[in-house]
């Protein structure tokens, strides 16, 4: 293992078979030297400094199905909401003067927001904190779309790949649905000039060792700006409500390479993994992760936007998710820093 992972850390990539004996054969024993290094090439490009983005889940509105989320259209228990602009623009405010600089907003496919409305929304928002940046996180839409969100002031836009091979896909989305057009989404995106992020889940249904290598050579390759990587967690009212959740250590040991194959990115400390375990976010972090995402929506929709089953931060003690995790990260030598966080591309010699 030692060799494989000095290997990944000097060469910034593994072969195909390598990576999936990396990832089948890491124990308790060899995976803390890959944490080691990914740590250590994270604290070298960010310091103990943690970069917060304020997630702001403005609908829960689907019009598409994936078998794995609980707010797809097919599911008749969900109680939907959409909050306002002005509910939005409060959130904002908020956030604002919790010292948040990265707004993220969040939702399903819904087409209630209309282009004309998304771009009115980042306009506004961008009016009201010049310094700030504006991430959506709203799905696939046309290159048109996407051009007139840029235009209206967005500067990132979060779409995970959810799966790099196709057949894998076919298997956690109805056919309406399909790779090639999330590809054709992601690569406009990135020519749009937005800072882009994709990512996948870990442990999802029907997921093998190979496909997590295809995730990585695929992210190594299109190279994103942001990677959201977090386990799989079954939600009671999907297709795959009875498949397991994923696991805390196979997420860890997906952090720490894709640390070490993308030095610079930016990679979010999940809620899901936060999920999973009590101390999820803090392993992320030791990991290799260098982001966090408190959730600024109002708490009375927190537990509508109901992706998977026992979503944190959903609760009324949670009202303040931005001093919980400044605490967390102080307990673990990390400070929670007021930046917007923007992508820097490594510079010679790094
Ligand atoms: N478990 C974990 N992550 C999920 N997502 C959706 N449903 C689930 C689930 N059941 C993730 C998807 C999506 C992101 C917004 O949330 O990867 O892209
Ligand atoms: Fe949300 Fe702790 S971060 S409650």
């Given at each position: 293992?030692?060799?494989?992972?000095?290997?990944?850390?000097?060469?910034?990539?593994?072969?195909?078979?390598?990576?999936?004996?990396?990832?089948?054969?890491?124990?308790?024993?060899?995976?803390?030297?890959?944490?080691?290094?990914?740590?250590?090439?994270?604290?070298?490009?960010?310091?103990?400094?943690?970069?917060?983005?304020?997630?702001?889940?403005?609908?829960?509105?689907?019009?598409?199905?994936?078998?794995?989320?609980?707010?797809?259209?097919?599911?008749?228990?969900?109680?939907?909401?959409?909050?306002?602009?002005?509910?939005?623009?409060?959130?904002?405010?908020?956030?604002?003067?919790?010292?948040?600089?990265?707004?993220?907003?969040?939702?399903?496919?819904?087409?209630?927001?209309?282009?004309?409305?998304?771009?009115?929304?980042?306009?506004?928002?961008?009016?009201?904190?010049?310094?700030?940046?504006?991430?959506?996180?709203?799905?696939?839409?046309?290159?048109?779309?996407?051009?007139?969100?840029?235009?209206a002031g967005a500067d990132r836009y979060l779409l995970r790949h959810e799966t790099a091979n196709p057949e894998h896909y076919g298997k956690l989305h109805p056919p309406e649905l399909s790779l090639a057009n999330r590809m054709r989404c992601l690569e406009q995106l990135k020519g749009l000039g937005y800072q882009t992020g994709t990512g996948f889940m870990v442990d999802s249904p029907y997921q093998t060792t190979e496909n997590l290598a295809e995730d990585l050579l695929f992210i190594k390759r299109f190279d994103p700006q942001m990677v959201g990587i977090g386990p799989f967690v079954p939600h009671h009212d999907t297709p795959f409500a009875d498949f397991p959740a994923g696991k805390l250590e196979r997420t860890l040991h997906l952090i720490s390479i894709l640390r070490l194959m993308l030095p610079n990115a930016l990679l979010p400390a999940t809620t899901a993994l936060g999920t999973i375990h009590p101390e999820g976010r803090e392993k992320g972090i030791l990991a290799g992760a260098n982001v966090v995402m408190p959730n600024l929506s109002p708490v009375g929709v927190r537990k509508k936007y109901e992706l998977y089953d026992n979503k944190i931060c959903t609760g009324e003690e949670a009202a303040e998710c931005r001093f919980c995790l400044q605490n967390r990260m102080r307990k673990i030598g990390y400070e929670i820093v007021v930046d917007r966080g923007d992508y820097r591309p490594a510079k010679m010699n790094d």
């Amino acid at each position: 293992m030692k060799e494989l992972i000095d290997k990944l850390y000097k060469q910034n990539i593994l072969r195909k078979d390598e990576l999936c004996a990396l990832l089948d054969n890491l124990t308790a024993k060899s995976a803390p030297y890959l944490f080691e290094k990914a740590r250590s090439v994270t604290n070298r490009n960010f310091g103990n400094r943690i970069y917060v983005r304020g997630l702001i889940e403005f609908t829960n509105y689907c019009k598409n199905d994936c078998f794995y989320c609980g707010i797809r259209k097919s599911n008749r228990n969900a109680k939907r909401y959409r909050l306002t602009k002005e509910e939005i623009l409060s959130c904002c405010e908020n956030g604002y003067s919790l010292g948040f600089r990265t707004f993220v907003l969040q939702g399903g496919e819904d087409p209630f927001y209309t282009d004309d409305k998304i771009a009115d929304l980042v306009f506004s928002i961008k009016k009201a904190y010049p310094d700030c940046a504006v991430t959506l996180s709203i799905g696939e839409k046309s290159e048109e779309s996407y051009r007139r969100f840029r235009e209206a002031g967005a500067d990132r836009y979060l779409l995970r790949h959810e799966t790099a091979n196709p057949e894998h896909y076919g298997k956690l989305h109805p056919p309406e649905l399909s790779l090639a057009n999330r590809m054709r989404c992601l690569e406009q995106l990135k020519g749009l000039g937005y800072q882009t992020g994709t990512g996948f889940m870990v442990d999802s249904p029907y997921q093998t060792t190979e496909n997590l290598a295809e995730d990585l050579l695929f992210i190594k390759r299109f190279d994103p700006q942001m990677v959201g990587i977090g386990p799989f967690v079954p939600h009671h009212d999907t297709p795959f409500a009875d498949f397991p959740a994923g696991k805390l250590e196979r997420t860890l040991h997906l952090i720490s390479i894709l640390r070490l194959m993308l030095p610079n990115a930016l990679l979010p400390a999940t809620t899901a993994l936060g999920t999973i375990h009590p101390e999820g976010r803090e392993k992320g972090i030791l990991a290799g992760a260098n982001v966090v995402m408190p959730n600024l929506s109002p708490v009375g929709v927190r537990k509508k936007y109901e992706l998977y089953d026992n979503k944190i931060c959903t609760g009324e003690e949670a009202a303040e998710c931005r001093f919980c995790l400044q605490n967390r990260m102080r307990k673990i030598g990390y400070e929670i820093v007021v930046d917007r966080g923007d992508y820097r591309p490594a510079k010679m010699n790094d």
